[in-house]
Protein backbone atom coordinates (compact mmCIF):
# COMPACT_ATOMS: atom_id res chain seq x y z
CA UNK A 1 0.00 0.00 0.00
CA UNK A 2 2.53 2.51 0.44
CA UNK A 3 4.73 1.55 -2.56
CA UNK A 4 1.75 1.71 -4.30
CA UNK A 5 1.40 5.27 -3.39
CA UNK A 6 5.05 6.46 -3.80
CA UNK A 7 4.73 5.19 -7.28
CA UNK A 8 1.48 7.57 -8.12
CA UNK A 9 3.02 10.62 -7.12
CA UNK A 10 5.94 10.00 -8.62
CA UNK A 11 4.15 9.62 -11.84
CA UNK A 12 1.98 12.56 -11.22
CA UNK A 13 4.78 14.43 -11.33
CA UNK A 14 7.02 12.92 -13.77
CA UNK A 15 3.19 14.23 -15.94
CA UNK A 16 3.28 17.68 -14.76
CA UNK A 17 7.29 18.16 -15.38
CA UNK A 18 6.68 16.74 -18.60
CA UNK A 19 3.66 19.23 -19.44
CA UNK A 20 4.95 21.97 -18.20
CA UNK A 21 8.13 21.70 -20.78
CA UNK A 22 5.71 21.19 -23.58
CA UNK A 23 4.08 24.56 -22.75
CA UNK A 24 7.49 26.07 -22.85
CA UNK A 25 8.61 24.65 -25.67
CA UNK A 26 5.39 26.32 -27.10
CA UNK A 27 5.87 29.78 -25.86
CA UNK A 28 9.46 29.53 -27.22
CA UNK A 29 8.32 28.74 -30.83
CA UNK A 30 5.83 31.02 -30.67
CA UNK A 31 7.89 34.04 -29.39
CA UNK A 32 10.61 33.12 -32.19
CA UNK A 33 7.69 33.18 -34.71
CA UNK A 34 6.29 36.11 -33.60
CA UNK A 35 9.85 38.00 -33.96
CA UNK A 36 10.61 36.96 -37.18
CA UNK A 37 7.56 38.31 -38.46
CA UNK A 38 7.77 41.97 -36.35
CA UNK A 39 11.79 42.43 -37.37
CA UNK A 40 11.38 44.40 -40.38
CA UNK A 41 8.39 46.46 -38.57
CA UNK A 42 10.44 47.08 -36.21
CA UNK A 43 13.64 48.36 -38.58
CA UNK A 44 10.99 50.68 -40.61
CA UNK A 45 10.18 51.76 -37.14
CA UNK A 46 13.79 52.54 -35.86
CA UNK A 47 14.11 54.36 -39.34
CA UNK A 48 11.34 56.68 -38.39
CA UNK A 49 12.90 57.34 -34.94
CA UNK A 50 16.23 57.69 -36.50
CA UNK A 51 14.78 60.81 -38.62
CA UNK A 52 12.42 62.25 -36.39
CA UNK A 53 15.04 62.62 -33.86
CA UNK A 54 17.56 63.95 -36.31
CA UNK A 55 14.75 66.78 -37.53
CA UNK A 56 14.66 67.76 -34.01
CA UNK A 57 17.61 67.64 -33.49
CA UNK A 58 18.19 70.20 -36.57
CA UNK A 59 14.91 71.96 -35.41
CA UNK A 60 16.72 72.11 -31.70
CA UNK A 61 19.70 73.51 -33.75
CA UNK A 62 18.01 76.23 -35.81
CA UNK A 63 15.76 77.14 -33.23
CA UNK A 64 18.99 77.44 -30.74
CA UNK A 65 20.67 79.15 -33.53
CA UNK A 66 17.73 81.83 -34.17
CA UNK A 67 17.42 82.10 -30.05
CA UNK A 68 21.52 82.83 -29.60
CA UNK A 69 20.86 85.42 -32.65
CA UNK A 70 18.38 87.49 -31.04
CA UNK A 71 20.17 87.12 -27.58
CA UNK A 72 23.55 88.70 -28.99
CA UNK A 73 20.90 91.29 -30.71
CA UNK A 74 19.13 92.42 -27.43
CA UNK A 75 22.94 92.38 -26.03
CA UNK A 76 24.13 95.05 -28.56
CA UNK A 77 21.03 96.95 -28.02
CA UNK A 78 21.57 96.74 -24.63
CA UNK A 79 24.80 98.14 -24.63
CA UNK A 80 24.07 100.62 -26.86
CA UNK A 81 21.38 101.76 -24.60
CA UNK A 82 23.33 101.67 -21.84
CA UNK A 83 25.75 104.07 -23.75
CA UNK A 84 23.71 106.57 -24.85
CA UNK A 85 22.22 106.60 -21.13
CA UNK A 86 25.98 107.08 -19.70
CA UNK A 87 26.35 109.88 -22.18
CA UNK A 88 23.08 111.27 -21.53
CA UNK A 89 24.23 111.43 -17.49
CA UNK A 90 27.28 113.05 -18.15
CA UNK A 91 25.77 115.61 -20.37
CA UNK A 92 23.44 116.87 -17.56
CA UNK A 93 26.41 116.33 -14.53
CA UNK A 94 28.60 118.75 -17.41
CA UNK A 95 25.85 121.37 -17.99
CA UNK A 96 25.28 121.23 -13.68
CA UNK A 97 28.70 121.50 -13.04
CA UNK A 98 29.04 124.50 -15.44
CA UNK A 99 25.56 126.21 -13.91
CA UNK A 100 26.78 125.54 -10.56
CA UNK A 101 29.68 127.33 -11.55
CA UNK A 102 28.25 130.21 -12.82
CA UNK A 103 26.15 131.12 -10.16
CA UNK A 104 29.45 130.68 -7.71
CA UNK A 105 31.03 133.19 -9.79
CA UNK A 106 27.79 135.49 -10.05
CA UNK A 107 27.96 135.12 -5.90
CA UNK A 108 31.22 136.38 -5.42
CA UNK A 109 31.33 138.91 -7.90
CA UNK A 110 27.70 140.40 -5.70
CA UNK A 111 29.67 139.67 -2.53
CA UNK A 112 33.00 141.45 -3.89
CA UNK A 113 30.92 144.39 -5.00
CA UNK A 114 28.53 144.56 -1.66
CA UNK A 115 32.22 144.89 -0.15
CA UNK A 116 33.61 147.10 -2.19
CA UNK A 117 30.49 149.45 -1.42
CA UNK A 118 30.69 149.29 2.26
CA UNK A 119 34.29 149.65 2.60
CA UNK A 120 33.91 152.60 0.46
CA UNK A 121 31.18 154.38 3.07
CA UNK A 122 33.84 153.65 5.78
CA UNK A 123 36.67 154.79 4.42
CA UNK A 124 34.72 158.21 3.39
CA UNK A 125 33.25 157.98 6.51
CA UNK A 126 36.40 157.64 8.30
CA UNK A 127 37.95 160.55 6.19
CA UNK A 128 35.55 162.62 6.60
CA UNK A 129 36.14 162.62 10.49
CA UNK A 130 39.85 161.95 10.50
CA UNK A 131 39.45 165.87 8.37
CA UNK A 132 37.46 167.24 10.72
CA UNK A 133 39.74 166.37 13.35
CA UNK A 134 42.35 167.69 11.52
CA UNK A 135 41.07 170.56 10.10
CA UNK A 136 42.76 173.41 11.85
CA UNK A 137 45.74 171.69 11.76
CA UNK A 138 45.80 171.21 7.71
CA UNK A 139 45.07 174.99 7.35
CA UNK A 140 47.97 175.49 9.26
CA UNK A 141 50.37 173.18 7.55
CA UNK A 142 48.89 174.42 3.84
CA UNK A 143 49.78 178.30 5.43
CA UNK A 144 52.86 177.09 6.66
CA UNK A 145 53.83 175.72 3.29
CA UNK A 146 52.65 178.84 1.10
CA UNK A 147 55.38 181.28 3.50
CA UNK A 148 58.34 178.95 2.79
CA UNK A 149 57.53 179.33 -0.79
CA UNK A 150 57.18 182.45 -0.34
CA UNK A 151 60.56 183.12 0.96
CA UNK A 152 61.98 181.01 -1.21
CA UNK A 153 60.86 182.65 -3.77
CA UNK A 154 61.97 186.02 -2.57
CA UNK A 155 65.78 184.45 -1.60
CA UNK A 156 65.19 183.37 -5.18
CA UNK A 157 64.83 186.84 -6.73
CA UNK A 158 67.35 188.70 -4.55
CA UNK A 159 70.09 186.48 -5.65
CA UNK A 160 69.67 186.98 -9.40
CA UNK A 161 69.28 190.98 -8.92
CA UNK A 162 72.49 190.45 -6.96
CA UNK A 163 73.95 188.77 -9.47
CA UNK A 164 72.73 191.03 -12.32
CA UNK A 165 73.83 194.23 -10.41
CA UNK A 166 77.54 192.75 -9.96
CA UNK A 167 77.33 191.77 -13.76
CA UNK A 168 76.88 195.12 -14.66
CA UNK A 169 79.56 196.71 -12.67
CA UNK A 170 81.81 194.54 -13.94
CA UNK A 171 80.70 195.27 -17.08
CA UNK A 172 80.88 198.86 -16.66
CA UNK A 173 84.43 198.79 -15.40
CA UNK A 174 85.72 196.93 -18.01
CA UNK A 175 84.11 199.61 -20.17
CA UNK A 176 85.66 202.13 -18.66
CA UNK A 177 89.00 201.08 -18.18
CA UNK A 178 89.27 200.20 -22.68
CA UNK A 179 88.00 203.61 -23.12
CA UNK A 180 91.22 205.10 -21.37
CA UNK A 181 92.46 208.67 -22.49
CA UNK A 182 90.19 208.87 -25.65
CA UNK A 183 87.68 210.52 -24.31
CA UNK A 184 89.33 212.05 -21.58
CA UNK A 185 88.18 215.65 -21.87
CA UNK A 186 84.17 214.39 -21.54
CA UNK A 187 84.40 211.81 -18.80
CA UNK A 188 83.24 213.51 -16.15
CA UNK A 189 80.14 214.50 -18.04
CA UNK A 190 79.55 211.38 -19.99
CA UNK A 191 80.44 208.76 -16.80
CA UNK A 192 77.40 210.82 -14.86
CA UNK A 193 75.49 210.38 -17.89
CA UNK A 194 76.18 206.70 -18.02
CA UNK A 195 75.29 206.22 -14.20
CA UNK A 196 72.14 207.56 -14.14
CA UNK A 197 71.14 205.81 -17.66
CA UNK A 198 72.19 202.41 -15.78
CA UNK A 199 70.84 203.58 -12.35
CA UNK A 200 67.57 204.06 -14.20
CA UNK A 201 67.62 201.02 -16.55
CA UNK A 202 68.42 198.93 -12.38
CA UNK A 203 65.15 200.49 -10.98
CA UNK A 204 63.75 199.86 -14.21
CA UNK A 205 64.51 195.96 -13.74
CA UNK A 206 63.93 195.94 -10.36
CA UNK A 207 60.17 196.99 -10.45
CA UNK A 208 60.06 194.69 -13.26
CA UNK A 209 61.06 191.86 -11.21
CA UNK A 210 58.76 193.36 -8.45
CA UNK A 211 56.20 192.79 -10.26
CA UNK A 212 56.78 189.41 -11.69
CA UNK A 213 57.41 188.01 -7.63
CA UNK A 214 54.05 189.86 -6.80
CA UNK A 215 52.25 188.07 -9.97
CA UNK A 216 53.68 184.55 -8.96
CA UNK A 217 52.65 185.42 -5.17
CA UNK A 218 49.23 186.31 -6.37
CA UNK A 219 48.89 183.80 -8.52
CA UNK A 220 50.24 181.10 -5.58
CA UNK A 221 47.37 182.34 -3.10
CA UNK A 222 45.03 182.15 -5.93
CA UNK A 223 46.01 178.36 -6.32
CA UNK A 224 45.99 177.94 -2.40
CA UNK A 225 42.59 179.60 -2.33
CA UNK A 226 41.23 177.23 -4.57
CA UNK A 227 42.37 174.40 -2.72
CA UNK A 228 41.59 175.47 -0.15
CA UNK A 229 37.67 176.37 -1.04
CA UNK A 230 37.82 172.38 -3.07
CA UNK A 231 39.08 170.78 0.60
CA UNK A 232 36.02 173.20 2.03
CA UNK A 233 34.20 171.89 -0.07
CA UNK A 234 34.99 167.86 -0.11
CA UNK A 235 34.82 168.74 3.80
CA UNK A 236 30.88 169.96 2.94
CA UNK A 237 30.01 167.04 0.48
CA UNK A 238 31.47 164.37 3.30
CA UNK A 239 29.39 166.46 6.36
CA UNK A 240 26.48 165.36 4.02
CA UNK A 241 26.91 162.20 3.51
CA UNK A 242 27.59 161.48 6.76
CA UNK A 243 24.86 163.46 8.00
CA UNK A 244 22.29 161.57 5.73
CA UNK A 245 23.35 158.24 6.70
CA UNK A 246 22.75 158.90 10.23
CA UNK A 247 19.02 160.04 9.53
CA UNK A 248 18.80 156.54 7.76
CA UNK A 249 20.40 155.17 10.53
CA UNK A 250 17.64 157.44 13.18
CA UNK A 251 14.54 156.87 10.84
CA UNK A 252 15.06 153.35 10.76
CA UNK A 253 15.89 153.12 14.47
CA UNK A 254 12.58 155.16 14.92
CA UNK A 255 10.49 152.48 12.90
CA UNK A 256 11.73 149.88 14.52
CA UNK A 257 11.30 151.19 18.01
CA UNK A 258 8.04 152.06 16.73
CA UNK A 259 7.03 148.05 15.45
CA UNK A 260 8.32 147.25 18.93
CA UNK A 261 5.88 150.14 21.35
CA UNK A 262 3.16 148.73 18.47
CA UNK A 263 2.99 152.68 17.76
CA UNK A 264 0.99 154.10 14.71
CA UNK A 265 -0.99 150.67 14.18
CA UNK A 266 2.43 149.03 13.64
CA UNK A 267 1.11 145.82 15.21
CA UNK A 268 -3.20 145.46 15.91
CA UNK A 269 -4.03 146.07 19.35
CA UNK A 270 -5.60 143.21 21.59
CA UNK A 271 -8.69 144.01 23.23
CA UNK A 272 -9.95 142.07 26.46
CA UNK A 273 -13.26 141.69 27.90
CA UNK A 274 -14.21 140.77 32.08
CA UNK A 275 -17.76 138.51 32.10
CA UNK A 276 -19.53 138.11 28.62
CA UNK A 277 -22.05 140.14 27.00
CA UNK A 278 -25.78 141.20 28.76
Known sequence: MGRSRSRSRSSTRHKHKSKHKKRRSRSLSRNRSHSHRSSPNKHRSRSRDRYSKSSKR?????????????????????????????????????????????????????????????????????????????????EAEVLRRVDEAKQEMEKQMLAEMEQKREAEIQARIKKEIYSGDK??????????????????????????????????????????????LKLVEEQRQMLERKQKLE?????????????????????????????GKS
Open 247 to 275: DEERRRAKREQEVILNKKNARPRLSFSLG
Open 58 to 138: SRRRSSTSSSSDSDDEKAINRRIEEARRRDEEMKRAEAERQRLARQKEMEERLIEEEVAKRVEALVAQRVAEELEKRKDEI
Open 183 to 228: RSGNTDYASSGNFQEEERQKREELERIMAENNRKMELAQKQLAEEQ
